[in-house]
């Protein structure tokens, strides 16, 4: 159970103004394992294997303050910051930032919904990801988001997000970012490059419709600089149903041009594979299926199990920077709850044409959870 805070019963650092009509929450989310993973390229016999500590598999590691102040007439300030951490060392995530995660701030309203200005995710990682898998984007190779990329948990600096309260079920967001990554650049006219051209700008926008035993979303991204020929795109469509003994879920999208997120694992796996990209990638074309089944197994327990598929749909783009032009990945996985806070887990995967490589992808992860 969160516990709610006033400002003054914070860490120093976080002192601030106590008043009855302002709340904030500490929160947070301490996820470990162990677990084996392997990458092997058959073509070149490059094998890269890891055993050991695995940890935010299931759920980032993180720790974060939200808050509202209420303004009246039904107005509230809002604000979030959300700091991603690794359990095994400490040190932050998200490129070392102090609230990768999230950093926000912002106005909303019952009746008109909210506009929020800061680093977030895109519409799609909060509205695809859920409803395309059981896995939702989480559970390493499980991830939705190891398939459709615009769904990974992606984040964007400089952004601002409109979304509208619910109507009987309906939600629509909107947003813009002027530069997904970093400082937004200066425009300077001169004879050399424009700095304002390295702005990688996204458009970000989706509809979900969330109604008992059915949801339905739909998202759409756009992330352009001037500097590239053209946008990186991605659509998506997700839906579920819930028959309470099995729980469905249905996708498929199409990229082009290029990655909101990469496919790969890390660098110098990327590297030893030649796996691994995001941005711009011209004649890059795909479509992005993806199956998944839940069923609860007695009162604390849940069983799932999923396969998704991208296929590369441009044979310039194939014969120029793939060996396979299908990746798959087959998941099975478990949970089960000891406490309304904390639960366990096992995950399995088996990947081929990783990265749309001759890479097959091997995993087995079990972990413990705990949310505060």
């Known amino acids: 159970m969160k516990k709610t805070l006033l400002a003054a019963a914070l860490m120093a650092g976080f002192a601030g103004v106590a008043q009855a009509e302002t709340s904030v929450t500490l929160y947070g989310i301490v996820d470990t394992g162990l677990g084996y993973t392997q990458f092997k390229n058959k073509d070149t016999d490059v094998k890269a294997t890891r055993t050991g500590f695995y940890d935010g598999v299931q759920s980032g590691n993180r720790w974060g303050l939200r808050g509202s102040e209420d303004l009246g007439d039904g107005l509230r300030a809002v604000f979030t910051l959300e700091s991603g951490f690794t359990l095994s060392n400490g040190n932050s995530a998200q490129g070392d930032r102090l609230f990768g995660r999230e950093a926000t701030l912002g106005l909303a309203g019952d009746s008109w919904g909210s506009l929020v200005f800061g680093r977030q995710q895109n519409v799609a990682s909060r509205y695809i990801g859920d409803i395309a898998s059981p896995f939702g984007d989480s559970m390493e190779l499980a991830a939705i988001g190891k398939t459709f990329t615009s769904a990974a948990t992606v984040r964007a600096d400089n952004t601002v997000v409109y979304a509208t309260p619910n109507f009987n079920g309906f939600d629509f967001a909107i947003g813009y970012s002027f530069n997904v990554n970093g400082d937004q650049k200066w ?47 991605a659509w998506n469509l997700a839906g579920s149903y819930d028959f309470e003994v099995v729980k469905l879920h249905l996708a498929w999208g199409q990229e082009r041009n290029g990655l909101l997120s990469s496919r790969g694992y890390n660098d110098d796996v990327n590297a030893a594979m030649g796996m691994g990209f995001s941005g711009y990638q011209k004649d890059y074309k795909t479509n992005n299926f993806a199956v998944g089944v839940s069923a609860p197994v007695g009162a604390a327990g849940k069983v799932m199990a999923g396969w998704a598929m991208s296929r590369v749909s441009d044979n310039n783009w194939f014969e120029n920077n793939a060996d396979k032009k299908s990746q798959n990945l087959f998941s099975l996985g478990y949970t089960y709850n000891l406490s309304k806070r904390t639960n366990v887990y096992a995950v399995g995967t088996y990947g081929t044409g990783y990265a749309f490589q001759d890479v097959r992808a091997t995993q087995a992860v079990v972990g413990l959870r705990h949310r505060f």
Do not use: E, H
């Not at 700095?195 to 926008?205: E, F, H, R, S, Y």
């Open 187 to 233: 425009n300077i006219k001169n004879n050399g490059a424009n700095p304002k051209d390295q702005n990688a700008k996204l458009v970000t926008t989706g509809l979900r419709y969330v109604n008992g035993p059915i949801a339905v979303a739909a998202s759409y991204d756009n992330l352009k600089a001037s500097a590239w020929g053209k946008s990186a795109q």
